[in-house]
Nanobody, 118 residues
Framework: QVQLVESGGGLVQAGGSLRLSCAAS????????MGWFRQAPGKDREFVTS????????YYADSVKGRFTISRDNAKMTVYLQMNSLKSEDTAVYYC???????????WGQGTQVTVSS
């Protein structure tokens, strides 16, 4: 079984930065494709970014390209989301997800709130 625990959320002013972390447990988790998703109040959950196990394939939603950076440290079994130039529309609960097959996320974290004040 794989467990994912996010941390690093909080309140930040527009234009500021935050770094989210997602710690994974489970001996095969460092081979998983990992992703970040977010859900704003009253909206559907949306894809933000993903990274495969070797960091050779990284994808971003258009809305965060150039501002967000995903990375991973397989030795620490942790995935990071560096968020810069934050906007009020980035306000959401951010979820970490992972799975052995690209595009199929079997495991989800509990989410961490990110609030950007304008």
């Amino acid at each position: 079984q794989v467990q994912l625990v996010e941390s690093g959320g909080g309140l930040v002013q527009a234009g500021g930065s935050l770094r989210l972390s997602c710690a994974a447990s489970g001996r095969t988790a460092n081979r998983y494709t990992m992703g970040w998703f977010r859900q704003a109040p009253g909206k559907d959950r949306e894809f933000v970014t993903s990274i495969n196990w070797s960091s050779s394939r990284i994808y971003y939603a258009d809305s965060v390209k150039g501002r967000f950076t995903i990375s991973r440290d397989n030795a620490k079994m942790t995935v990071y989301l560096q968020m810069n130039s934050l906007k009020s529309e980035d306000t959401a609960v951010y979820y970490c997800a992972g799975g052995p097959v690209t595009g199929k996320y079997d495991y989800w974290g509990q989410g961490t709130q990110v609030t950007v004040s304008s």
